[in-house]
């Protein structure tokens, strides 16, 4: 049967729709949770490369028991990708975090991808549509009152916000190169080139910044860190990611992304279970908007 355009936009409304975006928001959502559990035990560049190596340590064996294929001449596509995807997000936001920005005001900042991944859709061929610009301003919109209460400016540095913007704009551009360059590739094998390239950005980074050893002399070893380090690798940076790929590769860019606009309430939520953080009826109005604004996003046009 021919791929049709009414046969590819029911793939990817069936993609959308299939319990892969809600794993997705689960997963990516407890990000955050890690960073509160693991970096009061470790730098968090020196945490990065840990995770970076746990990934490694994990899929290389995987990819070569299984005989996964190896991408052809998209190699270094596959690799620029993941370091705009990997290092500079997660450098972006963990070292924002350890410089005392809030969860909450990063969330939003971070949260702003959506609205820039539809101004730049029509450099890789996709439409967003009146009605998915309604959607996005609602999603913006319901994440700004989610995380209003927990936002504080006090003693906050500039340097914490740039890294902030830095973590946005290098998600935003690694998710539209991806999407336009390589959005199919042997998921295993291509992640495994990913964290490999950024490995390779992130140590030098560590062993300057943070006098990295191979030791790990700054690292405490605490069963809080070993799980939210272990968590990390298995949970987001293989779990979350895998869904991340493989709804980039069916959906446009765009839906994939508004995605996002549910993670700071899902946080919000999560928090509020393992922590006690208050999430009261703005929280609540916030996330009802949250999923509005993405219903209207990826929901099918008749």
Avoid at 162 to 189: E, I, N, W
């Amino acid at each position: 049967m021919p791929n049709t355009p009414s046969t590819a936009a029911a793939v990817k409304h069936a993609t959308l729709l299939s319990p892969l975006p809600l794993f997705f928001v689960l997963l990516w959502s407890s990000g955050f949770i890690v960073a509160k559990f693991g970096l009061p035990y470790a730098p968090p560049l020196t945490f990065l490369v840990l995770r970076f190596l746990g990934v490694l340590l994990f899929l290389v064996p995987a990819v070569l028991l299984l005989k996964a294929p190896w991408p052809q001449g998209r190699i270094w596509q596959i690799a620029l990708a993941g370091l705009l995807v990997q290092a500079g997000y997660l450098i972006g936001v963990w070292c924002a975090i350890k410089l005392g920005m809030p969860a909450g005001l990063s969330a939003l900042i971070v949260g702003m991808q959506p609205i820039l991944t539809a101004f730049a859709a029509p450099l890789i061929g996709e439409k967003v549509r009146p009605r998915q610009w309604l959607g996005l301003v609602f999603g913006l919109g319901g994440v700004a009152l989610v995380v209003a209460a927990k936002i504080q400016l006090v003693g906050l540095s500039t340097d914490a916000i740039l890294l902030c913007v830095l973590a946005l704009l290098s998600m935003t551009v690694g998710t539209l190169y991806q999407k336009r360059y390589c959005p199919h590739f042997d998921l295993r094998t291509g992640t495994v080139i990913q964290f490999a390239a950024s490995l390779v950005v992130v140590l030098p980074l560590a062993i300057i910044f943070e006098g990295w050893t191979p030791e790990f002399a700054a690292v405490q070893w605490t069963p809080r860190f070993i799980g939210a380090l272990l968590w990390s690798v298995m949970g987001l940076s293989i779990g979350a990611i895998f869904l991340l790929f493989a709804l980039i590769r069916r959906s446009d860019a765009t839906q994939v992304t508004s995605l996002l606009y549910l993670t700071p309430p899902t946080t919000a939520v999560m928090a509020w279970l393992m922590f006690g953080e208050a999430f009261n009826a703005l929280g609540m109005a916030g996330m009802a908007l949250a999923v509005m604004g993405v219903i209207f996003v990826v929901k099918k046009t008749r």
